[in-house]
């Protein structure tokens, strides 16, 4: 397996110490509404992410055979995808 190099240090566009100097004036408040109890009643929390699976998948260790694992790799992306279909039609 081969290191993958580093990725570049993310740069910022805007300018920082103008962004920590500045104050928040008492007119710069009016822009900003009172939150009111039926604001946060209707309130919802997003966790984001990607939504659970109904069929989770388990994490196994399977040693098999050199030969079947590059038969496997041979037929392209999503080979691992391709077995577990396979695997899960023999009953």
């Given at each position: 397996m081969t290191a993958k190099?580093?990725?570049?240090?993310r740069?910022?566009?805007?300018?920082?110490?103008?962004?920590?100097?500045?104050?928040?004036a008492p007119h710069?408040?009016?822009?900003?509404?009172?939150?009111?109890?039926?604001?946060?009643?209707?309130?919802?929390?997003?966790?984001?992410?990607?939504?659970?699976?109904?069929?989770p998948r388990k994490l196994i260790s399977l040693r098999l055979p050199a030969d079947v694992?590059?038969?496997w790799k041979a037929t392209g992306a999503g080979w691992q995808t391709r077995m577990a279909e396979r695997l899960s039609k023999v009953r």
């Open positions: 190099k580093p990725a570049s240090p740069s910022l566009t805007s300018d920082l110490a103008r962004v920590d100097a500045h104050s928040v710069e408040y009016d822009e900003l509404p009172e939150l009111t109890d039926d604001m946060l009643a209707r309130a919802q929390v997003n966790k984001g992410g990607r939504p659970l699976s109904p069929n694992i590059e038969r």
